[in-house]
């Protein structure tokens, strides 16, 4: 608190990261960043972007690298939106496409800066309970709405939603923006990007940060009409003409251009994820069945936060969120190389035989 802060930022609840330790040999599974990384092509734009040009703003457009999303997924550039990540993009998409005469409705168990963002910009909210397996029941979003919105698959658990179900939603509100965040749709969920060019309220939000190994160089973005694209950048020029620098717009073009790199990481980490799910299964362990580059997982007599302890001083990093109720009792874990999940699983044989 302090004198000097304006009265809303005493009220705000900032979401707290997943830790970056400064430590190095640790076997970091926490904040579902790829253990691949980037193409080579990515990284050679990205060199090839530092040069002289640095003295100039980037293009306030972005429009050769919507140009290539466009393209990656057969849609006019009109209908791709760019920003400095996808919590950026997000955050412009609550601003500008959400109402606030009635709540946003996502559910109690999703990406935490959802709740955040409605605070941040006055919109009150309804959180949906997800069935005691998990899964979303979609017939219980009903009712008055300034917005919807579903991560898919799911934050935090994993597990993704047809587009059946998706498509019944946007039947159901016709009259405010959905918004399908696809952060992990690479990892086996259904994206519903045609879907944008049938239903003129459906916004999907991606990031480069998970399935691209991107997570360093913020670039996020949305596809739907160009009537919210056009919202979406009333709100980003009244904020920040330029939140994509030379550097991330060349790294970004060369990455949604590499699909054969995309494949082959995401891929190995669908094989890794399978496995590590059997194997944490043959230690008694629950794993929801995920769709993402991570699991969630509970055993039934070791304690989640116990676990979470004993395996960060092994110098295994995972994922718990204690405070969030129905997951205290959950680890969420990034998958890695099989390297990693190996020690995680050494790691947990350790502690699990004390
Ligand atoms: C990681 C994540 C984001 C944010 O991604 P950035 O592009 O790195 O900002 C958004 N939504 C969900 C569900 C995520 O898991």
Same mark, same amino acid.
Not at 114 to 132: K, N, T, W
């Given at each position: 608190?302090?004198?000097?802060? =304006?009265?809303?930022v005493h009220a705000l609840?900032?979401?707290?990261?997943?830790?970056?330790?400064?430590?190095?040999?640790? !076997?970091?599974?926490?904040?579902?960043?790829?253990?691949? @990384?980037?193409?080579?092509?990515?990284?050679?734009?990205?060199?090839?972007?530092?040069?002289?040009?640095?003295?100039?703003?980037?293009?306030?457009?972005?429009?050769?690298?919507?140009?290539?999303?466009?393209?990656?997924? =057969? !849609?006019?550039?009109?209908? !791709?939106?760019?920003?400095?990540?996808?919590?950026?993009?997000?955050?412009?998409?609550?601003?500008?496409?959400?109402?606030?005469?009635?709540?946003?409705?996502?559910?109690?168990?999703?990406? @935490?800066?959802?709740?955040?963002?409605c605070q941040m910009f006055g919109l009150?909210?309804?959180?949906?309970?997800?069935? *005691?397996?998990?899964t979303i029941a979609p017939a219980d979003y009903e009712g008055p709405s300034g917005g919807v919105i579903i991560a898919n698959p799911n934050a935090n658990t994993g597990i993704s939603l047809p587009l059946s179900a998706i498509e019944s939603l946007l039947q159901r509100f016709t009259e405010?923006?959905?918004?399908? *965040?696809?952060?992990y749709v690479d990892f086996g969920g259904e994206s519903a990007i045609a879907l944008t060019q049938r239903y003129t309220n459906l916004l999907v939000v991606r990031t480069f940060s998970?399935?691209? @190994?991107?997570?360093?160089?913020?670039?996020g973005?949305?596809? @739907?009409?160009?009537?919210?694209i056009d919202g979406l950048t009333r709100v980003k020029d009244s904020f920040n003409s330029y939140p994509l620098s030379r550097p991330a717009?060349?790294?970004?073009?060369?990455?949604?251009?590499?699909?054969?790199?995309?494949?082959q990481t995401t891929k190995r980490i669908i094989a890794t994820r399978e496995r590590t799910t059997q194997e944490l299964a043959k230690r008694g362990f629950e794993v929801l069945p995920s769709s993402a580059n991570f699991i969630l997982a509970h055993h039934p007599t070791h304690a989640a936060q116990e676990l979470f302890t004993s395996l960060r001083e092994r110098a295994v990093i995972v994922r718990y969120q204690g405070s969030s109720a129905r997951i205290s009792d959950w680890l969420r874990i990034t998958i890695g190389t099989d390297e990693e999940m190996n020690a995680l699983l050494t790691a947990l044989d350790a502690i699990?035989?004390?």
């Amino acid at each position: 608190m302090s004198l000097f802060w =304006n009265k809303h930022v005493h009220a705000l609840q900032p979401y707290i990261p997943g830790e970056q330790p400064r430590m190095t040999n640790l !076997v970091k599974l926490n904040t579902n960043e790829s253990p691949y @990384g980037p193409s080579p092509r990515v990284l050679e734009a990205i060199a090839k972007s530092a040069d002289d040009t640095l003295r100039l703003y980037p293009d306030p457009t972005a429009l050769s690298l919507r140009q290539a999303i466009g393209a990656s997924f =057969n !849609v006019p550039v009109e209908c !791709v939106f760019t920003g400095n990540g996808s919590d950026e993009v997000l955050a412009h998409a609550f601003r500008a496409l959400f109402k606030d005469d009635a709540p946003i409705l996502f559910s109690d168990v999703t990406y @935490g800066f959802y709740p955040i963002y409605c605070q941040m910009f006055g919109l009150d909210y309804r959180s949906i309970a997800l069935r *005691d397996d998990f899964t979303i029941a979609p017939a219980d979003y009903e009712g008055p709405s300034g917005g919807v919105i579903i991560a898919n698959p799911n934050a935090n658990t994993g597990i993704s939603l047809p587009l059946s179900a998706i498509e019944s939603l946007l039947q159901r509100f016709t009259e405010q923006t959905v918004i399908i *965040d696809e952060a992990y749709v690479d990892f086996g969920g259904e994206s519903a990007i045609a879907l944008t060019q049938r239903y003129t309220n459906l916004l999907v939000v991606r990031t480069f940060s998970k399935s691209s @190994g991107l997570a360093g160089l913020r670039v996020g973005y949305a596809i @739907g009409s160009p009537e919210l694209i056009d919202g979406l950048t009333r709100v980003k020029d009244s904020f920040n003409s330029y939140p994509l620098s030379r550097p991330a717009l060349a790294g970004a073009e060369a990455s949604i251009k590499d699909e054969a790199w995309l494949q082959q990481t995401t891929k190995r980490i669908i094989a890794t994820r399978e496995r590590t799910t059997q194997e944490l299964a043959k230690r008694g362990f629950e794993v929801l069945p995920s769709s993402a580059n991570f699991i969630l997982a509970h055993h039934p007599t070791h304690a989640a936060q116990e676990l979470f302890t004993s395996l960060r001083e092994r110098a295994v990093i995972v994922r718990y969120q204690g405070s969030s109720a129905r997951i205290s009792d959950w680890l969420r874990i990034t998958i890695g190389t099989d390297e990693e999940m190996n020690a995680l699983l050494t790691a947990l044989d350790a502690i699990m035989a004390d």
